[in-house]
T-cell receptor, first 113, second 114 residues
Framework: AQSVTQLGSHVSVSEGALVLLRCNYS??????LFWYVQYPNQGLQLLLKYTTGATLVKGINGFEAEFKKSETSFHLTKPSAHMSDAAEYFCAVTPTGFQKLVFGTGTRLLVSP | DVKVTQSSRYLVKRTGEKVFLECVQD?????MFWYRQDPGLGLRLIYFSYDVKMKEKGDIPEGYSVSREKKERFSLILESASTNQTSMYLCASHGGSNPQEPQHFGDGTRLSIL
């Protein structure tokens, strides 16, 4: 079965520092990959998605993710963290064949001044 | 923009009660989903529906049922609520059969069972 691993339940950065949130998936066939963000007391909002084609995907709010098939990874980055980036981030994968999503356990990003 | 509306943001119920969580979407989407979110566990799929009156079990269906009488509405039912069902519940919708399209989420219902 498909699975998604997010390393680190919490990541702390200073404002202006690089943000790196890690995501690895298990699949012999590259699936469709998504990053969602959840701000406090809200639902999930799509940050970006990888389907096929370009391996570097740009999303909203300055985030981007790089798909590396050889490493089965889809890490999320942002060059310079902002206080408003503090939220929980979820990596998710759609197994081939249907619209079901399999989620990672989430990473809470903390941004300090 | 797709709007997914969950009827309650916060709900407090008692053990043994029958609980209904309602979700409505306004984009004529075929597929709708109910997830449960718990700290350290991420989101886990309870049930999903790909058409009116159709339903499929997800990963953790025990203790839950669902109803989809109209395309825009998907209800989650806790037949006899228990304290271990205290959680955040998220509804999502998805249009068509293209898995490249993202799911759209409501704001969630935080349910407490006392």
């Amino acid at each position: 079965a498909q699975s998604v691993t997010q390393l680190g339940s919490h990541v702390s950065v200073s404002e202006g520092a690089l943000v790196l949130l890690r995501c690895n998936y298990s699949s012999s066939v590259p699936p469709y990959l998504f990053w969602y963000v959840q701000y406090p007391n809200q639902g999930l909002q799509l940050l970006l998605k990888y389907t096929t084609g370009a391996t570097l995907v740009k999303g909203i709010n300055g985030f981007e993710a790089e798909f590396k098939k050889s490493e089965t990874s889809f890490h999320l980055t942002k060059p310079s963290a902002h206080m408003s980036d503090a939220a929980e981030y979820f990596c998710a994968v759609t197994p081939t064949g249907f619209q079901k999503l399999v989620f990672g356990t989430g990473t809470r990003l903390l941004v300090s001044p | 923009d797709v709007k997914v509306t969950q009827s309650s943001r916060y709900l407090v119920k008692r053990t043994g009660e029958k609980v209904f969580l309602e979700c409505v979407q306004d984009m004529d989407h075929e597929n709708m989903f109910w997830y449960r979110q718990d700290p350290g566990l991420g989101l886990r799929l309870i049930y999903f529906s790909y058409d009116v009156k159709m339903k499929e079990k997800g990963d953790i269906p025990e203790g839950y049922s669902v109803s989809r009488e109209k395309k825009e509405r998907f209800s989650l039912i806790l037949e006899s609520a228990s304290t271990n069902q205290t959680s955040m519940y998220l509804c999502a919708s998805h249009g068509g059969s293209n898995p490249q399209e993202p799911q759209h989420f409501g704001d969630g219902t935080r349910l407490s069972i006392l």
